[in-house]
């Protein structure tokens, strides 16, 4: 059983960031400790790692060790992509994505995001739009990478204004969003084991 996940992703129409580089300044400020044996891009959480996330509630229960809990309940880090092109993150816990012309929500994107590559118009304001263009309110997220940390209730942790700026030093703005039972679009898949 997983709380949910924190992702991290380079916001639009940016150049992609040098993975290898976002990965060492990762590790460097702490966030990101061991890879995980057999698990390509699968990290477990370095050694200050609750220096860089802010757990909201007086005494976190994340896992960060494997020898209280099953392995599937530990908490790690992962890396999606990068992908050709973006892709879409949405989760259960995900609400209708707003228009950013004119706030319309779209309440029937559950049935229509079969068709992600499709624009979409806004019937308030007219403005055309493609699924990942919209405003999902930090409850899904588009990127072609995205940094993902497991076990992780939505809005129960904050990154700090450091890990951020550890983030951005290669020049792209970042942004972070939650989700339970991901799924990632074009296709509506579950993304393994993530
Ligand atoms: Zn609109």
Redesign the pocket.
């Known amino acids: 059983m997983n709380a949910g996940y924190l992702i991290f992703h380079p916001t639009a129409d940016q150049p992609l960031p040098e993975v290898s580089q976002v990965l060492t300044r990762l590790s460097e400020t702490g966030l990101t400790g061991q890879p995980l044996p057999g698990m390509p891009q699968h990290f477990l959480t370095g050694p200050h790692f609750l220096q860089r996330i802010t757990f909201l509630g007086c005494s976190p229960s994340v896992p960060l060790t494997a020898n209280t809990n099953s392995d599937n309940a530990l908490c790690y880090i992962r890396l999606l992509g990068p992908y050709p092109a973006p892709r879409l993150i949405t989760g259960q816990n995900s609400r209708p994505p707003r228009?950013h012309?004119?706030r319309?929500r779209f309440h029937e994107w559950q049935e229509q995001i079969a068709e992600p590559d499709r624009e979409i118009r806004?019937p308030?304001?007219g403005?055309e739009s493609s699924w990942q263009d919209l405003n999902w309110r930090q409850m899904a997220g588009a990127a072609r990478l995205f940094i993902a940390i497991s076990q992780v209730f939505p809005g129960e942790a904050v990154p700090t204004a450091g890990l951020m700026q550890t983030l951005q030093q290669g020049g792209e703005e970042w942004d972070y969003f939650y989700v339970q039972q991901p799924l990632l679009w074009p296709g509506g898949q579950n993304p393994g084991e993530l």
């Open positions: 228009c012309g004119c319309h806004c308030e304001c403005q």
